[in-house]
């Protein structure tokens, strides 16, 4: 008995087959090696710009931090140096070139003379180390903030050796479970897997066969590959619902605290710390999730504009410790103050802006010197 087939008539260049035991796709035009080019000086420059603001971030709350703000400052910096790993990783180890709709990925960057299984490997275990310690570092200082908005909160456990012990094995053991997935359902068989890429994924034939691309077979056969992306998307979950808990608790007290409070300075800087540790918690999800999503998405339904936007926002999403120091820049006062007052144009326009205290403000301000809670961030 013949199976069932379902098909998708494509564009004029491209067509996709869909049925029970296969996913065969004819893409629009092969990938070259001007492409995987193109994608390594992207990553080159990505990782420059990357470079440039993590050196900027590091001397802004070092040098910039209010000493009031104790040891949070190096809760945000060790967040800046987790971003900044991750992102060497992705930009200069590996450079990953994704085959989309080819389930392949392909290792462009320093780690690819260590082969298919060396390289690719390699990189990825390095990335879910430092993606997941970027991760590990918000909660952190999420967990920072909630102890410190506590009618009596107990901050002086971070300085605690057990309970630092205890941080360094979850970055430990936190990448494990996904790690040991992909081990498990990587595709040992590396002449069956690029067989299946160009006999299946036609446009692939120009690439495999001189740049390492590790992937799945899938088919009625092989199984396994479901096995990795159930325990990414299990991990992914647990961490995306613990985060948003302790954010939401978060705010709670903090709109408690505020309500009782009559420093009116140490609110507002505890608003922009919030604000900030929730731009810093999105961005990791925003940079990755969202373009790998749209490539995923663009290869099922075979959408052009959709196509150009993954790409788009892959090339963007490579900029993630940027997008850090900028939130870090524009959301927390002093660090603004700090940048603003060294350009011209814009020292002219926060100064138009600096408000003259009234006197209840000023009385308000002389009050909070004893009874502020917040002398402590």
């Not at 193109?38 to 040098?63: E, I, K, P």
């Not at 949070?72 to 994704?98: A, E, Q």
């Not at 006062?333 to 011209?344: D, E, T, W």
Request: charged share 10%; aromatic share 14%.
């Amino acid at each position: 008995m013949e199976l069932p087939v379902l098909q998708y008539a494509g564009g004029d260049l491209a067509s996709l087959r869909l049925n029970l035991t296969y996913f065969n796709y004819d893409g629009p035009r092969r990938v070259t090696s001007f492409d995987i080019s193109a994608n390594q000086n992207r990553m080159y420059v990505s990782f420059g710009v990357n470079l440039a603001s993590f050196c900027g971030a590091v001397y802004l709350v070092l040098r910039h931090s209010p000493k009031d703000m104790g040891i949070y400052k190096y809760l945000l910096l060790n967040i800046i140096i987790w971003s900044f790993l991750m992102d060497t990783s992705l930009t200069l180890l590996w450079m990953p070139y994704v085959m989309m709709p080819a389930p392949a990925i392909c290792t462009t960057g320093l780690l690819r003379g260590f082969g298919v299984y060396g390289g690719s490997s390699l990189c990825f275990v390095i990335f879910m180390f430092c993606f997941s310690g970027c991760n590990i570092s918000c909660g952190i200082a999420q967990f920072f903030r909630f102890l410190a908005v506590r009618p009596h909160g107990q901050i002086k456990i971070f300085r605690n050796t057990r309970f630092l012990f205890g941080v360094a094995m979850i970055y430990v053991f936190t990448p494990i479970p996904v790690i040991l997935a992909y081990f498990y359902s990587m595709e040992y068989d590396y002449d069956g897997l690029q067989f299946f890429l160009t006999e299946n994924f036609p446009f692939t034939r120009s690439i495999v066969l001189k740049v390492p691309c590790g992937g799945f077979i899938i088919d009625g056969h092989h199984y396994k590959y479901l096995v990795f992306f159930g325990t990414g998307l299990l991990c992914m979950l647990i961490c995306m619902t613990s985060s948003v808990a302790l954010l939401t608790s978060l705010l709670k007290s903090l709109k408690r605290q505020l309500k009782t409070s009559v420093a009116m300075k140490g609110a507002k800087q505890q608003r922009q710390l919030y604000m900030a540790l929730l731009f810093q918690t999105l961005l990791p999800t925003l940079c990755l999730g969202l373009p790998y999503s749209l490539l995923v998405v663009e290869s099922l339904i075979n959408n052009d504009v959709l196509g150009y936007l993954s790409h788009l926002f892959l090339a963007v999403g490579s900029l993630h410790s940027f997008f850090n120091v900028t939130v870090l820049i524009f959301m927390i006062k002093p660090y603004k103050m700090a940048v603003f007052s060294r350009i011209p144009m814009l020292r002219k326009a926060m100064d138009s802006t600096i408000e003259i205290p009234t006197v209840s403000q000023l009385a308000l301000r002389q009050m909070s010197r004893s009874v502020s809670v917040f002398s402590t961030y």
